[in-house]
């Protein structure tokens, strides 16, 4: 969400005829003279990084420009070390264009060649709605973007549409809870589930829709409707929906309003309507109060879910939050433990998760450029990803694929 807000303000700062140079690069034909930074502080280790980048922008002396999560929650304190600096409001993408414009006047210098970075990638963001409908007690990021602000069908479809009519394969619906989509804009009948049939029966050109990360306790409420949104062939059987624990008092403790069973019983119906569908999952570790026994039944929830994609993230007190001053913190080398724990249940499960789908995949988006040398990274119709020799494909391609043996976290093949 906050990368497609960046990618929102580079193009809308290209039109205005501003020279944009993505990424801390200084080998350009000239320095650059300011750096627009979208920051992110959702833990602590993210937010040091924040820091550091501040200061080394405001050492080589460039003009210091502090957009995303921290420019809100802790904009004061950003001013009080970089006095110079300037604060943008970037919560959402109206403000994105408003914080621009007020910040940036169009460029009437004449730039001969504007030089743009050639496209490694096909993807484009998608930014449905900011803000949310939870009250998870560990959650920073709802303090900085509030209630949840969804942006109209007709405004979604467009941002698709420019995306497919730019050449981009790869459209990236995302916001903190795309199944929370249209809840406040009194629309009747209009949700994820409505929003992904509008997609799929008007927009032109070829490409595919990954849907972002949605909250179990919103998606409980659309159930029928969003799973009959999935149906469409242009949306990949992706499924990102974060459990966070295993426990259910530890879930209590979280706010995240549902218990484990509830969790497995929806994923049980999602596996349901879409058998082959890839499911990502998130648990934190090391949350307030969290026993070994709550440990253990992480565990047996990885080994029973088994899940495509697990995300571990170390919990971390984030300021002005509940959990920060929970009692029962759990000490950084025992969540580091727990951690390589559930990373070593969840490799056991992944390969034989991996092994069953060995096989045909049809219709596969060649989406980017393999980590190694002379391999492309393509996605089957669920988002697995597949690693394939690049010799005889291209970017954007949609290919058949045969794979016939599994890597860490992919498939490799070739192409049939
Ligand atoms: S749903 Fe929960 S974790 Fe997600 S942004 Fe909202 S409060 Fe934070």
Redesign the pocket.
């Given at each position: 969400m906050n990368q497609g807000e960046a990618d929102a303000a580079r193009r809308l700062l290209a039109s205005m005829g501003h020279e944009v140079v993505s990424g801390p690069v200084d080998d350009g034909p000239e320095p650059t003279d300011a750096v627009l930074i979208f920051t992110c502080d959702v833990i602590s280790s993210t937010e040091r990084r924040m820091w550091k980048r501040m200061r080394e922008v405001e050492s080589e002396g460039k003009r210091l420009f502090v957009a995303g999560c921290l420019a809100v929650v802790d904009g004061e304190r950003v001013l009080s070390e970089f006095p110079d600096a300037c604060i943008l409001d970037t919560m959402g993408i109206p403000a994105v264009e408003s914080a621009v414009q007020g910040h940036f006047s169009a460029c009437t210098e004449d730039r001969p060649g504007l030089i743009s970075a050639p496209m490694k990638r096909l993807d484009h963001v998608v930014n449905i709605s900011t803000g949310?409908l939870?009250?998870?007690t560990y959650?920073i990021?709802?303090h900085a973007r509030g209630a949840l602000i969804s942006n109209r069908p007709e405004r979604v479809m467009s941002m698709v549409q420019s995306g497919v009519d730019m050449g981009r394969k790869e459209v990236l619906l995302t916001c903190?809870?795309t199944a929370a989509y249209g809840a406040d804009l009194g629309l009747e009948g209009v949700d994820l589930g409505s929003l992904l049939r509008d997609i799929t029966s008007n927009t032109l050109g070829t490409h595919m829709v990954r849907v972002g990360m949605m909250?179990p306790s919103s998606l409980l409420k659309h159930e029928s409707s969003i799973l009959d949104g999935f149906k469409g062939g242009d949306i990949f059987k992706f499924f990102h929906i974060p459990v966070q624990s295993g426990s259910d008092h530890i879930l209590k403790a979280m706010g995240r309003g549902h218990d484990a069973g509830t969790y497995m019983g929806l994923i049980d119906r999602v596996r349901g309507a879409y058998p082959w569908a890839v499911l990502s999952t998130d648990i934190i570790v090391g949350f307030p109060g969290e026993s070994e026994e709550d440990h253990r039944r992480n565990i047996e929830l990885v080994r029973e879910l088994r899940p495509e994609i697990l995300n571990l993230t170390r919990f971390s007190t984030r300021p002005g939050t509940p959990a920060a001053s929970m009692e029962g913190q759990v000490h950084g080398n025992v969540s580091k433990e727990r951690s390589r724990e559930l990373t070593r249940a969840h490799r056991e499960v992944l390969a034989s998760v991996l092994n069953k789908r060995l096989g045909l995949h049809r219709g596969c988006l060649v989406s980017e450029a393999g980590k190694r040398e002379g391999t492309m990274m393509a996605r089957d119709r669920n988002y697995l990803p597949i690693v394939i020799p690049s010799d005889d494909v291209a970017l954007g391609e949609t290919v058949d694929i045969i794979t016939d043996r599994a890597g860490p976290t992919y498939l490799i093949g070739k192409v049939a």
């Open positions: 949310c939870g009250s998870c959650c990021t709802r903190q809870d909250n």
